[in-house]
C-alpha cells in the first residue's frame, strides 16, 4: 500500500482514484485475519465456510471492476475492447458460482452455511477500512494544513 500522507501534492482525485486497490489490499488483510478468528470461535467447519465465502466475494469483486471497466471501455471506445458477450457471462457467472458453491456447502456441511454467507461481506468490511482510513488521511491533511 503507498503511503498516501508522505506525498501532500498528490490530488485528492488520484488518492481516490487508489481506493479501489486499497479496498482489495483490506479485503486480502481481513479475509485470513477474520477466518482464523472464526475458527477460533466456532470451529473448523464454519471458518471454512468464511473461507469459501471470502473467496467468492474477492473473485465477485474482481469480475465486477474489471466487468465495469470493460463496459466503459466499449462505451468510450478507448484502450482495448472487450466482448460484450464476455461481459455479460461473466456478470451471470457470478451468480452460478454462488449457487454451486452455497448449494454445495447445504448438502455437502450444513454447518458452514452461515460461514460461507457471512464470508460474502468481506467487501463491507473492507469498505469500512477504507472508509475509515480516508477519515483519518483527511483529518491528517486538515492538521498538516493548519
Not at 484502450?79 to 452460478?96: D, E
Request: charged residues 15%.
Amino acid at each position: 500500500m503507498t503511503n498516501d500522507l508522505a506525498n501532500p501534492t498528490d490530488s485528492s482525485d488520484a488518492f481516490h482514484a487508489r481506493a479501489l486497490d486499497r479496498i482489495r489490499n483490506f479485503m486480502l488483510a481481513l479475509a485470513p485475519t477474520l477466518t482464523a478468528a472464526a475458527w477460533w470461535k466456532f470451529g473448523r467447519w464454519p471458518a471454512l465456510g468464511f473461507l469459501l465465502g471470502c473467496v467468492i466475494s474477492y473473485l465477485n469483486f474482481h469480475w465486477l471492476k474489471s466487468g465495469v471497466a470493460g463496459l466503459a471501455d466499449r462505451v468510450t471506445n478507448t484502450g482495448k475492447a472487450q466482448s460484450g458477450t464476455g461481459i455479460v457471462l461473466r456478470f451471470l457467472f457470478r451468480y452460478i458460482l454462488l449457487g454451486v458453491a452455497a448449494y454445495a456447502i447445504l448438502t455437502s456441511f450444513p454447518a458452514s452455511l452461515r460461514g460461507m454467507f457471512a464470508g460474502l461481506f468481506l467487501p463491507v468490511g473492507a469498505i469500512a477500512c477504507e472508509a475509515a482510513y480516508e477519515l483519518y488521511v483527511g483529518i491528517a491533511g486538515e492538521r498538516r494544513d493548519q
